[in-house]
């Protein structure tokens, strides 16, 4: 039987999912002789192919992020969601508190070190900021949670270990956090 | 009490008439969660974390409200139980602003244990974000209402067990928040005393204390060490926190003690901060306007030196913080007095002792003890507050008093040449002068069979006549006029005595260690103001300021050497020698409180350095003095008005005439 695969996607965190994920160290090699990693961020996969095992770092704040959660769905059977953003919307939720509009007001125009005179706010260049930063089960099914900023290397290694074996997890309370 | 049996989880347990069922388990190690429960407090089963089946009912129960009946069959741990145990921690983490990831108290947080011992790791529901606002207005305390949960146990810590009830409710439904008086900002508040108690008791990161947070959780501390607060003669039970080297928070021990395990706005801020402050490290020498460091020899020979002669003209003076543990006391008395043969030895707040001391004599003659433990206030029904300002002396006993006045219904009285204290809460409130003071107190002993009572006394007479234990607070200003103190004494007497270890009087003694202190330093008059001194040994904590006719003293006196562990000013400018001692987080021994008990203070962090101890100290004084330090020979401070008959044999006594 060929090598399960897994895909992963960076979306409104700050990588520290994936840092702490380099942290399971030289276990990494062990990992790699079972799966196969196709797109994540360390790697330059341009498609999401058909895989195993889709994991999402990150909250969903825009419309790309959206569309990136959407079609990791669709082509995976597991869908992990790593870290307290992914969960819970993290950080990201800071800016619930306010509209969206006053949120890319203060983002480009008033931030003490923007020089932007004429207000210009992009609109067409990026995409549309969604009116809320959601965790990803508010989007798409989760499959799995695992909790935490950023959740332990070894939490990581234990889902992923888990998974191999044919089991859904869901991580043990002595090693879940949210910070 | 009749005893219960129930069995919880399939054990038999054994409770009595009235317990709560968590009560019980707790008793017989069953654990139930809880949030908004706290030991001490009034239960209030709001936060439903405690609910429970019982066999033969439909509801579910909450534990901490709900009372034992024999037969019960409890469930603790059902999947339906825990079920719904985390589908409301969901519900809480949804409502408000509850990401820990931004949150001073995550690790420390009640809450976020709960939410991952019931191992959530999503959260179901749709979040709020409702914008609350975050009170800063306080310079210490800080009140985020977006990661309230509403358990309310600040609320009642601050009105059963300060008495302030600064805090309560306002809005309704989802809006609901804490709020200080009425609808004020915490900052803006009048009757918050600042004492942190909140804080202490918040399960979440709402209530935070700035000198607190990120310094360190509570976790994360090296080492948590279980002491007393010296800074005040109440003696609070205190737990200190440490991390690297640094007292990071203080707190009380316990809700369900006496004290309500509140400190006061001294204890709280001052503790945690004392360990940044500026230390005295090295002795000193003064030159000319500055110091220089000097080795002890040589430090220690100048003051041998400067002593000597002084000694022999009688012009040697030493002055003790009553602060200091009695060990350190007797120390310092077994130099003074029986190796050193001074008779000028005395402790900061002399007079206001002997004022104390003169006043109770003709009770202690009697072989009772002129005053209870000050917790006591708290089982009376009527308190005779007299010139005493307790929010000021001993803060914590102002909490006593508001609390058993709001929450014990008891009758306050307040007699006072100044302002009232507790206005707001008192029955009756007597402006007196000091002339008018002692035919007060006698017409209040004697009922108005004396003859005819003014108007305005006769609430109090009808207050103090139809109490069963009534209690006094005498002030720390009615110690200037020792017949005042006796004749309170004697309204005391005359009152009964509703508390068996002694006279219900509660004296506002202002130092610490004062019991330990009359044992061994207090002088026998105030030599002070006498005349000038050629050699004055300062002793000091640097913990509480000293008073202008100490320091007028010490500016006159020709050499002066200063002890103290902090460079506390104007203290040291005073000081022709300083020499280090240990701090009070790096000393222990025993103080006997207002609560009337001797507590022992304990090591908080290790003294580092060129410290030596105070025992040590002496003796290599001693030692170049000529003399050997004599060993401590002093009883210690409990042996001080130690009870030799029962308080309802007191008599009354006869006072002079007050001038």
């Known amino acids: ?179 | 009490m009749s005893e219960i049996t129930l069995v919880i989880d399939g054990v038999e347990c054994k409770g009595s008439q009235g317990d709560t069922i968590l009560q019980v388990a707790r008793a017989n190690d069953v654990y139930i969660p809880t949030l908004c429960f706290m030991d001490g407090l009034t239960p209030i089963g709001s936060c439903r974390m405690c609910v429970v089946e019982a066999e033969g009912s439909n509801k579910l129960l909450t534990a901490c409200t709900s009372p034992v009946t024999e037969g019960m069959k409890i469930l603790t741990k059902t999947d339906r139980l825990i079920q719904y145990r985390r589908q409301i921690l969901e519900l809480l983490f949804a409502g408000r602003n509850h990401f820990c990831m931004f949150c001073s108290q995550s690790g420390d947080c009640e809450l976020q244990r709960l939410a991952i011992e019931h191992g959530m790791d999503s959260v179901r529901y749709p979040f709020l974000y409702s914008d609350f606002h975050n009170d800063a207005s306080d310079p210490n305390i800080q009140v985020d209402h977006n990661r309230c949960i509403l358990c309310l146990r600040c609320i009642r810590v601050c009105s059963e067990k300060v008495g302030a009830h600064t805090l309560d409710l306002e809005k309704r439904g989802w809006g609901t928040t804490v709020t200080a008086d009425l609808g004020q900002q915490l900052g803006k508040s009048e009757t918050c005393v600042t004492c942190g108690a909140c804080a202490q008791v918040c399960p979440t990161g709402t209530i935070t204390l700035r000198d607190f947070v990120y310094r360190g959780r509570r976790t994360d501390c090296d080492s948590q060490v279980e002491t007393l607060c010296p800074l005040c003669p109440v003696g609070c039970k205190i737990k200190a926190y440490v991390r690297t080297g640094s007292v990071v928070r203080v707190e009380g021990l316990s809700t369900a003690s006496a004290d309500g395990g509140q400190l006061c706005s001294k204890g709280r801020w001052w503790l945690p901060s004392s360990t940044e402050r500026e230390r005295l490290a090295v002795p000193m020498i003064r030159e000319g306007s500055s110091f220089r460091e000097a080795s002890w020899d040589e430090a220690l020979s100048l003051v041998a030196e400067k002593m000597t002669p002084a000694l022999e003209s009688g012009k040697a003076g030493a002055l003790i913080s009553e602060i200091s543990t009695d060990e350190e006391l007797a120390v310092m008395s077994s130099f003074f007095r029986d190796t050193m043969k001074m008779d000028k030895v005395d402790g900061f707040y002399g007079n206001q002792l002997r004022g104390f001391v003169e006043g109770f004599k003709p009770f202690a003659r009697q072989g009772v003890r002129p005053f209870t433990g000050a917790h006591h206030i708290l089982e009376s029904d009527a308190i005779l507050v007299l010139d005493a300002d307790p929010q000021e002396e001993a803060p914590v006993v102002a909490s006593y008093i508001r609390v058993s006045t709001i929450i014990g219904r008891a009758k306050l009285v307040n007699v006072s040449s100044g302002k009232n204290p507790f206005e707001g809460i008192t029955d009756a409130d007597l402006r007196v002068s000091g002339k008018e003071m002692k035919a007060l107190l006698v017409a209040l002993r004697e009922g108005g069979a004396g003859g005819a009572v003014p108007e305005n006394v006769k609430g109090a007479l009808e207050i103090l006549k139809g109490a069963k234990k009534p209690i006094v607070v005498l002030g720390s200003n009615l110690a200037k006029t020792p017949e005042l103190v006796t004749e309170a004494l004697n309204l005391a007497v005359a009152c009964g005595a509703p508390f068996d270890d002694g006279l219900a009087v509660v004296p506002m003694f202002l130092a610490s260690n004062s019991l330990g202190a009359l044992n061994t330093v207090t002088g026998g008059k105030d030599w002070l103001s006498e005349g000038d001194l050629d050699f004055l040994y300062v002793h000091s904590t640097g913990m509480v300021d000293e008073d202008t006719h100490s320091l007028n003293a010490m500016t006159r006196a020709r050499f002066v050497v200063v002890q103290t562990p902090f460079m506390v000013h104007p203290l040291v400018q005073m000081a022709d020698v300083l020499l280090p001692v240990p701090a009070w987080f790096e000393r222990s021994g025993h103080y006997c409180t207002l609560e009337g008990d001797r507590r022992k203070m304990n090591v908080v962090v290790p003294p580092q350095g060129n410290l030596k101890g105070l025992g040590v100290i002496m003796k290599e004084l001693a030692a170049k003095l000529g003399r050997t330090l004599q060993e401590a020979s002093t009883a210690p401070c409990e042996n001080v008005y130690v009870a030799k008959a029962a308080p309802d044999k007191a008599q009354i006594v006869t006072t002079k005439e007050v001038r």
């Open chain 1, 1 to 179: 039987m060929a090598k399960p695969k897994v895909a992963s996607v960076w979306l409104e965190a700050c990588a520290g999912c994936h840092m702490s994920f380099l942290d399971i160290d030289e276990r990494i090699v062990d990992l790699i002789g079972k799966v196969d990693f196709t797109a994540t961020p360390i790697t330059d996969f341009k498609e999401i192919p058909e895989v195993e095992v889709g994991v999402i770092e990150g909250a969903l704040g825009n419309e790309e992020e959206l569309h990136i959660a959407k079609e990791l769905r669709s082509k995976c059977k597991i869908l992990i969601a790593w870290g307290d953003c992914a969960v819970f919307g993290g950080i990201n939720c800071m800016r619930n508190f306010m509209p969206a509009e006053k949120v890319l007001e203060e983002g480009y125009v008033h931030t003490a070190t923007t020089v932007n005179p004429d207000g210009v706010i992009p609109c067409d260049e990026v995409p549309a900021l969604l009116p809320q930063a959601i965790p990803v089960d508010r989007a798409v099914k989760v499959d799995v949670y695992v909790p935490g900023c950023p959740p332990e290397a070894d939490v990581i290694y234990y889902v992923f270990s888990e998974i191999l074996e044919g089991r859904i997890p869901t991580v043990p309370t002595d090693v879940m956090r949210y910070d």
